[in-house]
């Protein structure tokens, strides 16, 4: 059976390390031409070099998309070198700020819904018309299972915020594009070994994230945490279905 994916255009954002640099890989090795975005150049062209080491294409455009002027330059490069993208994979997120929410800085809180929400958003309605004129598109959100226990990560208030938001943006604009072709659905990567797992392990905990960063901790000394690679096999098994709306959650075969 021919692949869907095959010679479609894919845009993976956060692709230059973990989970979105395993979905850009697996992404090539279906056959899809990628363009790969987040702010680390090196870190970029690192996935590139994996893919056309692999026989596969790759283009790298270096953006900040936690802040509006970046997601505006962003956009005005990406189409006007692509004039159609046929798959986005929206997976660039911060877990940044964590504390204690009086002392947590508004401009980072904001930046933070800025990257996991409205950058998403934006990226997908400038490419919604190319979508619409072909009739034939897809969409996946990348959220986290703390959505379904916002209790789960006191301290993370930002991040649980946008996680939420992010998903009620998706089911929301699914329902919008229901019978044009374009589907919508989100994925909840499940926990996994990566820079951002790093990240909070390495902060200094305070009173408001003293449990959680304990958690961080005990999950990665357990051995509990799944592959960047575990995780983006079980989206890209997905990508084949044509229903939307989803909130899709790893699974991961033992
Ligand atoms: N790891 C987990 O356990 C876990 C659990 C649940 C959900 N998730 C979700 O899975 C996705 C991938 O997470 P991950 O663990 O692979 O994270 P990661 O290792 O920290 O990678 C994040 C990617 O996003 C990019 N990025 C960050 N800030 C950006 C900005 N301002 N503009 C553009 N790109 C930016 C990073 O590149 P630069 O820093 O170079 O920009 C990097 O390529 C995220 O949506 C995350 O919320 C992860």
């Not at 505006?72 to 490069?77: A, C, G, I, M, V």
């Not at 598109?137 to 930002?158: D, L, Q």
């Not at 998903?167 to 699914?174: C, Q, S």
């Amino acid at each position: 059976m021919t692949s869907t994916i095959e010679g479609k255009r894919a845009l993976v954002t956060g692709a230059g390390r973990g989970v979105g640099q395993e979905i850009a890989v697996g992404l090539a090795g279906q056959g899809a031409n990628l363009i790969l975005a987040a702010r680390s150049q090196d870190q970029l062209e690192e996935t590139a070099r994996r893919i056309h080491a692999a026989g596969g294409t790759a283009d790298v455009i270096v953006a900040d998309l936690g802040k509006s002027d970046g997601i505006s330059e962003f956009l005005d490069q990406l189409t006007e070198r692509f004039p159609t993208v046929d798959i986005v994979i929206n997976n660039a997120a911060t877990v940044a700020p964590l504390g204690t929410s009086a002392a947590v800085s508004s401009s980072e809180w904001s930046d933070a819904l800025t990257l996991n929400v409205t950058a998403v958003a934006r990226i997908s309605f400038a490419l919604l018309p190319g979508m619409l004129h072909s009739g034939w598109g897809r969409i996946v959100n990348v959220s986290s299972g703390i959505v379904e226990h916002p209790t789960g990560m006191i301290g993370g208030n930002a991040y649980v915020t946008s996680k939420a938001a992010l998903e009620a943006h998706t089911v929301n604009l699914a329902a919008e594009l229901l019978g044009t072709g374009i589907t919508v659905n989100v994925y909840r990567p499940g926990s996994v070994d990566t820079a951002m797992q790093e990240w909070i392990r390495a902060q200094t905990p305070d009173a408001a994230t003293a449990d959680l960063h304990a958690r961080f901790h005990r999950s990665f000394t357990d051995g509990t945490l799944i592959t960047a690679r575990q995780s983006a096999s079980s989206l890209l098994s997905r990508l084949e279905d044509s229903t939307t709306g989803n909130i899709w959650t790893v699974t991961v075969p033992s």
